[in-house]
């Protein structure tokens, strides 16, 4: 029997927007420069992605970390990440099918935002470039404000900031550390974008009820009744 959802809660970074190589040589550089100790990123990077800035610092240092020092070297981190961003020009898009998406979860009054383990630089530089103030309140956002440890108090403030309960939220993820807080928080429906190196641990999670591409797929999943939502 299929349930109702009230509504969306979508990850931005790797989700909304595919920028996952993004981030990845933003931190190589960030590690080459801060932390050259750390020889070998290949395994580590991935491991990380998805997590707030303070955790992965704090993960990548041999000493304790000041706030003061982690406010710094998260900043310079997303400004190599935003200048990675500015140099696709055109091509800096969201992933397809989500302004569809957005149009359609507006058009039948169902209840979205966003929750992102981006800092509030970052999501400024989103808003504004990708327009997305057209579709939602930019301050029922959730981000890296340095209070998160992790994504679970986030996407249940998120279903708080949209007034839905979280095991009635719908909640788009990429990551794995993403996938298993929204579990955490008590989701109960999750569509994953694919990531070609998580393709073995899907099957592992019940709550995952589609791996897509894009947001196409998830709009005939609408049409066709596969996806309820509370009218």
Not at 23 to 32: E, G, L, S, T, Y
Not at 83 to 111: H, M, T, V, W
Request: some cysteine; hydrophobic content about 40%; glycine content about 4%.
């Amino acid at each position: 029997m299929k349930s109702f959802i009230h509504g969306v809660i979508f990850d931005f970074n790797g989700t909304l927007f595919d920028d996952t190589k993004l981030h990845v040589k933003a931190w190589q550089n960030m590690i080459r420069n801060y932390f050259p100790y750390i020889e070998d990123t290949s395994k580590i990077i991935p491991q990380l992605l998805g997590k707030p800035n303070e955790v992965i610092l704090n993960s990548l240092s041999h000493k304790p970390l000041s706030p003061e020092e982690i406010n710094e070297l998260s900043n310079k981190k997303e400004a190599m990440y935003r200048d990675e961003c500015l140099k696709l020009n055109e091509k800096l898009k969201l992933r397809k099918g989500a302004q569809a998406l957005f149009s359609y979860l507006k058009a039948n009054d169902i209840p979205f935002t966003i929750a992102s383990a981006s800092i509030k630089e970052n999501i400024d530089f989103f808003v504004e470039k990708f327009s997305l103030d057209k579709y939602l309140d930019p301050n029922m956002i959730i981000y890296d404000d340095h209070s998160y440890t992790d994504k679970k108090q986030m996407f249940i403030d998120a279903a708080k900031n949209i007034s839905v309960e979280i095991d009635k939220a719908l909640i788009f993820e990429d990551s794995l550390s993403g996938i298993e807080c929204a579990i955490q928080a008590g989701c109960n429906n999750i569509i994953v974008l694919y990531n070609k190196a998580l393709k073995n641990l899907y099957g592992d999670y019940e709550e995952i009820k589609l791996v897509t591409s894009d947001f196409i797929e998830v709009i005939f999943q609408l049409e066709a009744k596969e996806l309820l939502f509370k009218k």
